[in-house]
T-cell receptor
Framework: AQKITQTQPGMFVQEKEAVTLDCTYD???????LFWYKQPSSGEMIFLIY????DQQNATEGRYSLNFQKARKSANLVISASQLGDSAMYFC????????WGAGTKLIIKP | DADVTQTPRNRITKTGKRIMLECSQT?????MYWYRQDPGLGLQLIYY???????NKGEISDGYSVSRQAQAKFSLSLESAIPNQTALYFC???????????FGSGTRLTVV
């Protein structure tokens, strides 16, 4: 079965440090991309970043970047200079008509 | 106004009651989805619709039904609510290619 795996249930990171959140995918389908979403305690789902599999360069959106490594089948989210407001659940998701979701990583930024 | 609007934002209902969650969108997207999120977990697909005449079951459709009243409206019904349907429910939309995913703010449903 094709699936998305997030191996880090929770992470504690010191404020201002960089964070890497892992996401691996298990698919033989080359026509894929990956989404990352942030879900704060208020519950809404906030789109962070997307990269298509054929994109030549890793996507970047402000402090967020996506480290896509096809050989490892991973699409990790990197948050630079973490802030207290980054504390939230983070989900990666794979678009296959509907989205297939990872289980999420709970990120807590320590002051 | 939000691109994808869900109503109500919060709802407490009793076991056995019928309840409807509404979703409307101004994105002009053809595809609409209903997801459920249990505490501490990822999202699970309940139903999805690729256009007004196309409704498909997701991975956890039992106990739910949907209606696509128009391109912009997709409602989710719980015919007879039960406590384990207590969850956060999200409506989402995307274009024909599955791009431009947009989520509503979610509906917190509690069944007592």
């Amino acid at each position: 079965a094709q699936k998305i795996t997030q191996t880090q249930p929770g992470m504690f990171v010191q404020e201002k440090e960089a964070v890497t959140l892992d996401c691996t995918y298990d698919t033989s389908d080359p026509s894929y991309g990956l989404f990352w979403y942030k879900q704060p305690s208020s519950g809404e789902m906030i789109f962070l970043i997307y990269q298509g599999s054929y994109d030549q360069q890793n996507a970047t959106e402000g402090r967020y970047s996506l480290n896509f490594q096809k050989a490892r089948k991973s699409a990790n989210l990197v948050i630079s200079a973490s802030q207290l407001g980054d504390s939230a659940m983070y989900f990666c998701a794979w678009p296959r008509g509907q989205l297939i979701w990872g289980a999420g990583t709970k990120l807590i930024i320590k002051p | 106004d939000a691109d994808v609007t869900q109503t109500p934002r919060n709802r407490i209902t009793k076991t056995g009651k019928r309840i409807m969650l509404e979703c409307s969108q101004t994105k002009g997207h053809d595809r609409m989805y209903w997801y459920r999120q249990d505490p501490g977990l990822g999202l699970q697909l309940i139903y999805y619709s690729f256009d007004v005449k196309d409704i498909n079951k997701g991975e956890i459709s039992d106990g739910y039904s949907v209606s696509r009243q128009a391109q912009a409206k997709f409602s989710l019904s719980l015919e007879s609510a039960i406590p384990n349907q207590t969850a956060l429910y999200f409506c989402a939309t995307s274009d024909l290619n599955g791009n431009g995913y947009t989520f509503g703010s979610g509906t917190r449903l509690t069944v007592v």
